[in-house]
């Protein structure tokens, strides 16, 4: 990231989160105590920010100024609210197709995802607020822009935000290898979430259980699993075909 994605010093990122600023995440010193740290960590808390303790190496590796053991890095977009956002859907008329992503946290997967999910007309993309990529200018660039188009909820945990959208009408359609259905048996012309899972270990057991349904795709080869975002591509476009077939509105 460029050196203007930062803010150092806990004054000055105090003063960004109540100018309004859109922050990613603060990392801070791990044993870094005080009056004014803890002002910092309230008002951190209050807007849901989310904070890292980590070494003052790691710190010291983005920049060796005077930052007193907190940096704030930058969010590349403004971060929309699940719990706002669902009902805006429904106001709209909108038949809702979310992609909800359990703890990708490679910046060129999360780019290719929301690409495709910006050119397929999803309404929004959900990632929780730890263990997970977030929206720095890496992954708006490797998202070729589409991450300035979409909406990115960032939530407290991904079996929160699933758990809310099945209470709101989504059917939630867990893609793994595991399950026993193929993915083109399965009805997408209600309101729907995708839930794609990590890189290495796929959808964790909570959010798994949480899903209406499993959904797999076939595989021939020797290898055993698709790249999520391929997988994710093929299960989009899935999606669109059924609503087109159905002469249901994409977007």
Do not use: W
Not at 54 to 72: E, L, S
Not at 181 to 204: F, H, K, Q, R
């Amino acid at each position: 990231m460029e050196k203007s994605d930062y803010i150092f010093g806990i004054r000055a990122v105090i003063e960004a989160i109540e100018a309004g600023r859109d922050i990613d995440k603060i990392l801070i010193k791990k044993d870094l105590q005080g009056e004014l740290l803890g002002e910092l960590l309230d008002l951190a808390r209050r807007h849901r920010i989310v904070m890292r303790r980590v070494p003052v190496q790691v710190i010291d590796r983005i920049t060796r100024k005077n930052h007193q053991g907190v940096v704030a890095t930058l969010a590349a977009v403004t971060y929309h609210r699940l719990d706002h956002l669902v009902p805006q859907l429904y106001e709209e008329g909108r038949l809702p197709f979310i992609i909800v992503l359990d703890g990708i946290t490679d910046v060129r997967n999360f780019g290719a995802i929301a690409r495709t999910a910006e050119c397929v007309g999803a309404d929004a993309i959900v990632i929780p607020e730890h263990g997970s990529v977030s929206v720095g200018g890496d992954a708006v660039k490797t998202s070729a822009g589409a991450l300035l188009h979409i909406p990115v909820c960032r939530e407290r945990s991904t079996a929160l935000a699933v758990k809310f959208l099945k209470d709101n009408g989504y059917k939630a359609v867990a893609v793994t290898e595991k399950a026993a259905v193929n993915y083109t048996e399965i009805d997408y012309t209600d309101p729907v979430c995708l839930i794609m899972g990590a890189e290495d270990v796929g959808i964790s057991p909570e959010v798994l259980k949480l899903a209406d349904c499993g959904a797999s795709i076939p595989m021939f080869g020797k290898i055993g699993s698709l790249n999520v975002s391929v997988a994710a591509g093929v299960m989009m476009y899935e999606v669109v075909r059924q609503r087109l077939t159905a002469n249901l509105e994409v977007i």
